[in-house]
């Protein structure tokens, strides 16, 4: 598994700090000032072994809530599998890491808050059910006095403002998905009018599946891909735009409806995840269309099906959701604020666009 960006960068600082503590002086000292420095380095490297043991044994006594907003979305459970596995590579006991399923529903998951704040954790990871929940849940945590790590859904920037003005332990870590939706608009563009607008009345006729309109991911996915367009001078035709809750079966069927009414017009479809896109793949494939011949699909998160779909050029492209880098991130956020230290409010990874050009090497990191 690669690491990610952070993690080498401590990783180096340490190495250079290990290096500099066991490097000694150029020329021959005094023979009492080499009896102290003989004596003392040993003590201050265990001083320091004793100290990162013991920060390693207060993380096995601390308790973690993480809740997501549901299991089944495919992502998620990337997201939940890498966070556990990384929190406790880093000290925490498993038995104190507790992960619960909001079942897509926002009143189930303020329960599961309340309880763990009732269980008194030590500091909670959330990925909201609802982005527009976030104010009630950042109040009741914080008066609790326990840190907040949103992940993934991004609160809105009012209530990130509030955490500033307040200077709260609270912080949300995940990536711009202005980012991911202006990745998936240059894929396509990439490609050149020519090749895209295969009924030749010079616009881009597309269809959008979009997922949770309460997501902020989903709305600038929505609105970036096409903008990534239209700033790349192109004219775009919405033939169809709905709602597919980032479910695969609900992409099927949007997208088998809108080939059926819109038939040879459509020439791109615009899926805001992998899921939905792997439902607009069957679809495609039962309406008789070939993507790269005659139409074009891309989505986001870069599942390991959808990225060797890109390979096999069943699929045009999607957008690498690091999970990675974001539960790594997460971890990392709650372990310094449980350490008393300070943490950035916004704290953004990376998105990478995905084609058959780096997929493979894509596909090589997810394994």
Known sequence: ??????????????????????????????????????????????????????????????????????FSDNFMTLFRTELENYLIAQGFAKENITIVDGANDQATQSGQIDSFISDKVDVLIINPVNSSSASTITDKVVAAGIPLVYINREPSPEEQQRWIDNNWDVCYVGCDARQSGTFQGEIIADLGLDAVDFNKNGKIDYIMIEGDPENVDAQYRTEFSIKALTDAGFEVNCLDDQVGMWDQVKGNELVNNALTKYGNDVEVVFCNNDAMALGALQAIQTAGRKVGTDIYLVGVDALTEVVEYVISGDITGTVFNNHFAQADGAADAAIRYLKGEDNEHNIQCDYTKVTTENAQEILDSLK
């Open 1 to 70: 598994m690669k690491k990610k960006l952070v993690s080498l960068v401590l990783a180096s600082v340490m190495g250079l700090g290990l290096l500099a503590g066991c490097g000694g002086g150029s020329s021959a000292p005094a023979a009492e000032e080499k009896t102290e420095e003989t004596t003392e380095a040993p003590a201050e490297e265990a001083a320091e072994a004793t100290a990162e043991a013991a920060g390693d044994a207060d993380l096995a006594t601390k308790k973690v809530g993480v809740c997501i907003y549901q």
